[in-house]
């Protein structure tokens, strides 16, 4: 089984930032894409970035310029870095995982506990 931990939520001033991580463990025998989502009370969970087992990265255009996705493979762990905030950031942040366990031949997706963010003065 894969787990993923994520850490780094909190309540934040608006213009502040926050770097939230994410830990993926278990029989993991490969990672390809992993990814930030976030949903909002009353709206749909959204992309927030991705980043690929290359390290080409995308992100939605409310975050671009403000937020920095990365990754260490050596630690299974993906960030984000959210630098000059907004309230409109306010939401749970779930990451995503796209691995392959020891004991299959497909990549499938995996999905942290998700974090609360909160953007408020």
């Known amino acids: 089984q894969v787990q993923l931990v994520e850490s780094g939520g909190g309540l934040v001033q608006p213009g502040g930032s926050l770097r939230l991580s994410c830990a993926a463990s278990g029989s993991i025998f490969s990672i390809n894409n992993m990814g930030w989502y976030r949903q909002a009370p009353g709206k749909q969970r959204e992309l927030v970035a991705s980043?690929?087992?290359?390290?080409?990265?995308n992100y939605a255009g409310s975050v671009k310029g403000r937020f920095i996705i990365s990754r260490d493979n050596a630690k299974n762990t993906v960030y984000l870095q959210m630098n000059s905030l907004k309230p409109e950031d306010t939401a749970v942040y779930y990451c995503n995982v796209a691995a392959q366990e020891y004991s299959g031949s497909y990549y499938y997706s995996h999905w942290g506990q998700g974090t609360q963010v909160t953007v408020s003065s």
């Open positions: 980043i690929t087992s290359g390290g080409a990265t």
